[in-house]
């Protein structure tokens, strides 16, 4: 247990897990689609659904998508941010198997078309876990630099990405793999000791069979 469980974190409330941890999922979102946010489909499922709006669930969602941190002032304002930015935003409920109460489904567009689906469960204390992404299941909190790599499932993938770390002297925390199907697709998580450059994450979509390589540091 460390402090952040005890009184929360620095943040515009007035709930550490409905409103803080709302705004790092939608942060995390924009880093895996990697930068400006141009629609979002926000589906909320449990106690975000059920009170989200009174603990301003809703705005502090949309204001992780403009890039905000949970201590933002301008929070509050997100709505009318996002329209004056062009971020094109609407809401929905979802039932989520096995989900936690607090959980969100989000589905991104980036202005060129990029796209990106994560479920998502804010945890307490303004911490998160990602519990899903674009259809995989997965586990990552973010708050150690994670290197997420899409594959195709063939040997020599986790080798490959492994060695490029262990070159550039960067430490593996944890390390989970997971896949849809026997040579279908593959997902890796890295959580590491160490921030991860972007030339790094360019040098791991560059290898043969990785379909995409994200980084969240």
Known sequence: MNVFDLIGPIMVGPSSSHTAGAVRIALVGRKLLGGRVAEAEILLHGSFADTGRGHGTDRALVAGLLGMESDDR????????????????????????????????????????????????????????????????????????????????????????????????INIATFQVNRD??????????????TLPASLVDEVADLPGILKAVCVN
């Open 74 to 169: 301008r929070i509050p304002d997100s709505f009318e941010m996002a329209r004056q930015l062009g971020l094109a935003f609407r809401f929905g409920t979802v039932e989520l198997r096995g989900a936690h109460p607090n959980s969100v489904l989000l589905r991104l567009k980036s202005p060129t078309g990029d796209a990106v689906e994560l479920e998502a469960a804010s945890i307490g204390g303004g911490r998160i876990e990602v519990r899903r992404l674009d259809g995989m299941p997965l586990c990552f909190t973010a708050e150690q630099p994670t290197l997420i790599v899409t594959n195709a499932d063939q040997p020599g993938s986790v080798a490959d990405v492994s060695h490029l770390l262990a070159a550039r002297g």
């Open 181 to 194: 199907s026997r040579g279908g697709r593959a997902i890796m998580v890295i959580e590491c000791d160490a």
